[in-house]
T-cell receptor, first 114, second 109 residues
Framework: DVKVTQSSRYLVKRTGEKVFLECVQDMDHENMFWYRQDPGLGLRLIYFSYDVKMKEKGDIPEGYSVSREKKERFSLILESASTNQTSMYLC?????????????FGEGSRLTVL | GQNIDQPTEMTATEGAIVQINCTYQTSGFNGLFWYQQHAGEAPTFLSYNVLDGLEEKGRFSSFLSRSKGYSYLLLKELQMKDSASYLCAVMDSNYQLIWGAGTKLIIKP
């Protein structure tokens, strides 16, 4: 069974703390994505990666960075967390071939910044 | 700008049929996707339409009209487990997904 695993389901952090969100997929997918999901808004793309060590900014990259050192792992970093980064963070992966856009999502990491 | 519109919430009765609409205005079009997301869970892929017409998959069907910028997801023989949010997403000319805010479907016995 294909799987995207996010390291933490729930996190509570303080303003200014550095936050790491880890995502691992076991499907050998080339593409990996980080989204945030907020009530009343569609999923918003933060960063994505089409290959190891490659990263591209999405629609809302400010305040975030990413790392992809291995094909299966894509990390999202909040260098200095702020209260407006309280959200649900979803990691996803997809194959580089076939129905591009068929994403496989992790369960999500709900981050609260106090 | 790019925009995906879908109703915020819908209510339907167990055993009935419900149609969830999605209208879009995007820079180019490379397909439309529907995802299902149960509360507290990950979204899961339901369907993909790139050509006009109806795609049927069991109790779920998805329709696309590119000329009208319109799609719908049709759910038949509703079951309580169909209570979820349904997300519409369009792939634009840059092969990026533009997402609607989702439609929360409530099924009543």
């Amino acid at each position: 069974d294909v799987k995207v695993t996010q390291s933490s389901r729930y996190l509570v952090k303080r303003t200014g703390e550095k936050v790491f969100l880890e995502c691992v997929q076991d499907m050998d997918h080339e593409n990996m994505f980080w989204y945030r999901q907020d009530p009343g808004l569609g999923l918003r793309l933060i960063y994505f990666s089409y290959d190891v060590k490659m990263k591209e900014k999405g629609d809302i990259p400010e305040g975030y960075s990413v790392s992809r050192e291995k094909k299966e792992r894509f990390s999202l970093i909040l260098e200095s967390a702020s209260t407006n980064q309280t959200s649900m963070y979803l990691c996803a992966s997809s194959s580089g071939t076939g129905a591009v856009g068929e994403l496989f999502f992790g369960e999500g990491s709900r981050l609260t910044v106090l | 700008g790019q925009n995906i519109d879908q109703p915020t919430e819908m209510t339907a009765t167990e055993g009935a049929i419900v149609q969830i609409n999605c209208t879009y205005q995007t820079s180019g079009f490379n397909g439309l996707f529907w995802y299902q997301q149960h509360a507290g869970e990950a979204p899961t892929f339901l369907s993909y339409n790139v050509l006009d017409g109806l795609e049927e998959k069991g109790r779920f069907s998805s329709f696309l009209s590119r000329s009208k910028g319109y799609s719908y997801l049709l759910l038949k023989e509703l079951q309580m487990k169909d209570s979820a949010s349904y997300l519409c997403a369009v792939m634009d000319s840059n092969y990026q997904l533009i997402w609607g805010a989702g439609t929360k479907l409530i099924i009543k016995p």
